[in-house]
């Protein structure tokens, strides 16, 4: 099955591929975060368990599907699917009655790896730094997409590290 609506990736990742570190952001990126929340503002989000514990609370102006194999699992404020097809047609239903245009799938690397041979779009901070960390951005096929957006930024006070926006859509 395919998704109803297009599914973007969102995803801060070093130069080296590293998304995480002890279940957390190995960052501080204040931009990066205020990205985040614009490009997911108003959409239903996929992401995995681990994701969701890191955040530990649904955020607003959004819907959460969290993907879990684990039974029983209902945390309130998310919508739980034990399986990628299932995880795809609840976000599909939700951005319908949302009225979105697109899913955001925000992690981890398991549901990266899932969702990028379906994914329409890809947004990505890359993290211009070697960070060391546990968890990395699945492997993809850059051929497969064209740049349509980039935007780099340097380090600052609410930014530990110079990074770059990029915006990249299936070809």
């Known amino acids: 099955m395919t998704a109803a609506v297009p599914l973007a990736i ?15 952001l190995p ?3 204040r931009t990066d975060l205020r990205r985040f929340r614009d490009l997911t503002w108003g959409k239903p989000m996929i992401m995995g368990r681990r994701c969701w514990d890191a955040i530990g609370r649904p955020l607003p ?18 919508h739980v699917a034990s ?7 609840l976000a599909s239903r939700l951005a319908a009655g949302m009225g979105s245009e697109e899913i955001a799938v925000v992690g981890g ?14 947004h990505l901070t890359r993290v211009h730094d070697e960070t060391p960390g546990d968890v990395l951005f699945p ?15 340097e380090a600052g006070e609410a930014d530990e590290h110079a990074f770059t926006f990029i915006d990249l859509v299936r070809r």
């Not at 969102?10 to 957390?24: K, P, S, T």
């Not at 959004?62 to 404020?77: A, D, H, I, Y």
């Not at 990628?84 to 047609?89: H, R």
């Not at 492997?139 to 930024?153: C, I, L, N, V």
């Open 27 to 29: 960052w501080r990126l």
């Open 109 to 122: 690397a398991e549901i990266y790896r899932l969702a990028l041979p379906e994914t329409d779009r890809l």
């Open 61 to 78: 102006g959004r819907e959460t599907v969290l993907m879990t194999r684990s039974r029983g699992v209902s945390p309130m404020g998310a």
């Open 139 to 153: 492997a993809y096929d850059a051929g497969s997409f064209r740049e349509t957006f980039r935007e780099r930024h």
């Open 10 to 24: 969102v995803v801060a990742l070093a130069e080296n591929g590293v998304i995480g570190r002890d279940n957390a």
């Open 83 to 89: 399986s990628w097809e299932e995880a795809k047609a």
